[in-house]
């Protein structure tokens, strides 16, 4: 039992050109900045074990990332283990881009862009919707990178040094804002964005969840400090959009502070998610403009009376107004006695979970059609194509990895802190796998965060895996349902050990 010491930073990370933005097949440069990205970091010490957790205003925080700033901060923070650092990432699509890699860079491969130019026949060319390539105006992944790097060490240091005694409490609330973004059809088929306007259409794959893990941290003289706020959405209301912005957080920090105070610090960290979006497949609305995604497509759909389009600047701002109310009204109804005097534990863990294997007979039919695609093509090819392509393209590049390739080495996290339990991966997990952690957890309340020390892809279930398409493919993600299925086990192990 330890009386527990927290310490907080914020920095910014936005670049200061213009950036070539993440998270889509379209090219896309930003126009202007929104909002201002930032690292949120809270150090935790109980004396005996402890925590850095960092929230990145990016779309993931690859295994190249996490490395480097590590490295850069090895030695340099007495008493401090980098390896009790943990990035995770809001996951906005928003964000820059940068040289992100993967736990095995033997089964990273390249983009399916990339991959698509070294395939394309003679006389065909990829063509760039936005001059990205060669262009001085936008910063470069490696300027990205080292900015990163150096804010992202900064933010640790500082909340190490601010250590200071003081105590928690953990609450609950509710607000609707992660919805499932996958239909099913009566052919058996799934399709992520897909059109549910159709006689085909049966339900939405999976389902929701509405709740938020809270966490309000006080100071010895019991002023809060900061909030974690744990939600099952990645933040991706405005994911198509030109300009550089932290989407929904980042209207909940600035609500929160007009309300709390400019001092107040918010830890935003995304649960179980990967099938989840902000945006409502039923009651579709037409975003303002075009979103140049060919899987968001939608011919003459009828108006409908529902929230603001979810892809607009109004549906980013009606969601953060609900979460930012949700966290205030649940501290000014009144909150549990703070915990202080309470255990903490840290325990990290290399999960080694099976890759995803594909067959020859998918292989076979990958590259026939690709062959096709192209032989029919006329002319060059854009994002379109390598969208069109990319679960082919995946086989292709799967079927070479796992030659040599049995296993993907899995960065875990597994704490506890006083009734309280916080567990980490780094995929875009599916919500079922979430809900059976938290379903079966033994803490009063368990924190997911996904997208956490690494990006390895989504992680699919097994009725997701059968209907197919984006999210689903073998190119999507490194680890299938069996891995999805050992990962709830051993978490749920190390979690309910804590607690026993």
Same mark, same amino acid.
């Given at each position: 039992?330890?009386?527990?010491?927290?310490?907080?930073?914020?920095?910014?990370?936005?670049?200061?050109?213009?950036?070539?933005?993440?998270?889509?097949?379209?090219?896309?440069?930003?126009?202007?900045?929104?909002?201002?990205?930032?690292?949120?970091?809270?150090?935790?010490?109980?004396?005996?074990?402890?925590?850095?957790?960092?929230?990145?205003?990016?779309?993931?925080?690859?295994?190249?990332?996490?490395?480097?700033?590590? @490295?850069?901060?090895?030695?340099?923070?007495?008493?401090?283990?980098?390896?009790?650092?943990?990035?995770?990432?809001?996951?906005?699509?928003?964000?820059?881009?940068?040289?992100?890699?993967?736990?095995?860079?033997?089964?990273?491969?390249?983009?399916?862009?990339?991959?698509?130019?070294?395939?394309?026949?003679?006389?065909?060319?990829?063509?760039?919707?936005?001059?990205?390539?060669?262009?001085? &105006?936008?910063?470069?992944?490696? &300027?990205?990178?080292?900015?990163?790097?150096?804010? +992202?060490?900064?933010?640790?240091?500082?909340?190490?040094?601010?250590?200071?005694?003081?105590?928690?409490?953990?609450?609950?609330?509710?607000?609707?804002?992660?919805?499932?973004?996958?239909?099913?059809?009566?052919?058996?088929?799934?399709?992520?964005?897909?059109?549910?306007?159709?006689?085909?259409?049966?339900?939405?794959?999976?389902?929701?969840?509405?709740? +938020? @893990?809270?966490?309000?941290?006080?100071?010895?003289?019991?002023?809060?400090?900061?909030?974690?706020?744990?939600?099952?959405?990645?933040?991706?209301?405005?994911?198509?959009?030109?300009?550089?912005?932290?989407?929904?957080?980042?209207?909940?920090?600035?609500?929160?502070?007009?309300?709390?105070?400019?001092?107040?610090?918010?830890?935003?960290?995304?649960?179980?998610?990967?099938?989840?979006?902000?945006?409502?497949?039923?009651?579709?609305?037409?975003?303002?403009?075009?979103?140049?995604?060919?899987?968001?497509?939608?011919?003459?759909?009828?108006?409908?009376?529902?929230?603001?389009?979810?892809?607009?600047?109004?549906?980013?701002?009606?969601?953060?107004?609900?979460?930012?109310?949700?966290?205030?009204?649940?501290?000014?109804?009144?909150?549990?006695?703070?915990?202080?005097?309470?255990?903490?534990?840290?325990?990290?863990?290399?999960? /080694?979970?099976?890759?995803?294997?594909?067959?020859?007979? &998918?292989?076979?039919?990958?590259?026939?059609?690709?062959?096709?695609?192209?032989?029919?093509? @006329?002319?060059?090819?854009?994002?379109?194509?390598?969208?069109?392509?990319?679960?082919?393209?995946?086989?292709?590049?799967?079927?070479?990895?796992?030659?040599?390739?049995?296993?993907?080495?899995?960065?875990?996290?597994?704490?506890? /802190?006083?009734?309280?339990?916080?567990?980490?991966?780094?995929? &875009?997990?599916?919500?079922?796998?979430?809900?059976?952690?938290?379903?079966?957890?033994?803490?009063?309340?368990?924190?997911?965060?996904?997208?956490?020390?690494?990006?390895?892809?989504?992680?699919?279930?097994?009725?997701?895996?059968?209907?197919?398409?984006?999210?689903?493919?073998?190119?999507?993600?490194?680890?299938?349902?069996?891995?999805?299925?050992?990962?709830?086990?051993?978490?749920?192990?190390?979690?309910?050990?804590?607690?026993?």
């Amino acid at each position: 039992m330890s009386v527990l010491k927290f310490g907080w930073s914020e920095k910014s990370i936005t670049p200061d050109k213009k950036i070539s933005l993440a998270g889509q097949f379209a090219e896309r440069i930003s126009q202007y900045v929104e909002k201002p990205l930032t690292v949120t970091a809270m150090a935790v010490d109980s004396g005996e074990d402890h925590v850095v957790l960092v929230s990145c205003d990016l779309g993931s925080t690859g295994y190249s990332l996490v490395k480097a700033v590590r @490295e850069n901060i090895a030695g340099k923070i007495p008493g401090l283990d980098p390896m009790k650092v943990v990035l995770s990432a809001i996951h906005t699509h928003t964000g820059p881009v940068y040289p992100s890699t993967r736990r095995l860079p033997e089964a990273v491969g390249t983009g399916s862009k990339f991959m698509l130019q070294d395939i394309l026949p003679a006389g065909k060319k990829y063509v760039e919707k936005e001059n990205i390539s060669a262009n001085p &105006e936008i910063a470069t992944k490696q &300027e990205v990178m080292e900015l990163l790097v150096k804010q +992202i060490s900064a933010a640790v240091a500082e909340a190490w040094e601010n250590r200071k005694p003081g105590s928690f409490i953990n609450a609950f609330g509710r607000a609707v804002v992660g919805m499932c973004r996958r239909a099913t059809y009566s052919d058996g088929s799934a399709q992520m964005w897909g059109d549910t306007n159709t006689a085909m259409f049966v339900g939405l794959e999976g389902g929701n969840d509405s709740g +938020i @893990e809270l966490l309000y941290v006080f100071d010895e003289a019991k002023k809060l400090t900061g909030i974690v706020a744990n939600l099952a959405c990645p933040a991706q209301c405005v994911q198509h959009r030109l300009f550089v912005s932290p989407d929904f957080w980042g209207e909940v920090k600035m609500l929160l502070r007009k309300h709390f105070g400019e001092e107040i610090f918010l830890l935003a960290q995304c649960s179980a998610a990967g099938d989840q979006c902000p945006v409502d497949l039923v009651r579709w609305v037409e975003p303002e403009s075009d979103l140049n995604d060919p899987n968001c497509k939608r011919n003459n759909p009828p108006k409908r009376k529902a929230d603001p389009s979810m892809f607009d600047l109004a549906g980013m701002r009606k969601t953060g107004k609900r979460i930012a109310r949700e966290i205030i009204d649940v501290y000014e109804e009144g909150l549990d006695e703070a915990q202080v005097d309470v255990e903490f534990k840290h325990v990290v863990e290399d999960m /080694m979970l099976p890759l995803r294997r594909t067959t020859m007979t &998918e292989v076979a039919a990958a590259k026939r059609a690709i062959k096709e695609y192209l032989d029919d093509k @006329e002319g060059d090819v854009d994002y379109n194509d390598a969208a069109n392509l990319q679960r082919h393209l995946g086989v292709l590049r799967r079927a070479a990895v796992q030659e040599t390739v049995e296993v993907l080495p899995t960065e875990v996290h597994i704490l506890r /802190m006083g009734t309280i339990a916080i567990a980490t991966n780094p995929f &875009e997990l599916f919500l079922d796998y979430g809900n059976q952690i938290k379903a079966r957890s033994l803490a009063e309340q368990t924190f997911l965060i996904q997208l956490c020390c690494g990006a390895e892809g989504y992680l699919p279930t097994k009725k997701a895996e059968e209907g197919g398409h984006y999210s689903a493919f073998i190119a999507s993600g490194q680890v299938g349902h069996i891995g999805g299925e050992q990962l709830v086990r051993q978490t749920l192990q190390e979690i309910n050990d804590m607690f026993r």
